[in-house]
């Protein structure tokens, strides 16, 4: 069991008979008599919906225990995205849904963790931080300096992050993958 105070996003929990991953968790503080409340959002990782639940901090939650593996990604195929097990050279695929957004930073070669629950393979664990290449950006101008601003720059992926108006294109930066912020240059 685990107290809704230790919900952070990326714990997964058994909820209604249902496998959930926290995406986010909210802490609020009591009001008045009552106490305090965590407000979540849940992503079911088997049909990939978005539930957003509210706990109180005295409530009991089960965790579900899952496994993480190591796995390299592949390639996609427009439907499947396919991995390979490092340790066993197994190959494994996720469909669209259990993937989702997180595609964006799927890079062929890369390593990532591949969750599993009771055998079944249930989502997608990315770094937190990935490097990438600048493909496409305004020039820099003359001047431009660290502290100087923003601009919009599209990266492999075709993700866009605001970067320092010193990037160029064709430069590799580091990004954060769950906020898709600028971290520094690779």
Known sequence: MVSPLDLRSGVTIELDGRVMQVVSAQRHKSVGR???????KL????????????????????????QRREHQYLYNDGQTYYFMDTDSYEQVGLVQ????????WLKE????????YEGKLIGIDLPKVVERRVVKTDPG?????????????VIEGDVTVDVPLFIEPGE???V?????EYVGRA
Do not use: H
């Open 176 to 180: 954060d993958t769950e906020t898709s």
């Open 141 to 153: 101008v003359r001047g431009d300096t660290a502290q100087g601003g923003s601009k919009p720059a």
């Open 97 to 104: 849904q259990q993937v989702g957004d997180q595609a964006a």
């Open 34 to 40: 009552g106490r305090g409340m965590v407000r979540t």
């Open 172 to 174: 590799v930066i580091q």
């Open 109 to 116: 070669g890369e390593t990532v963790m591949l969750t599993t």
């Open 43 to 66: 992503r079911d990782v088997e049909t990939g919906r978005i539930y957003d639940k509210t706990f109180r901090s005295s409530e009991e939650i089960t965790k579900a225990f899952v």
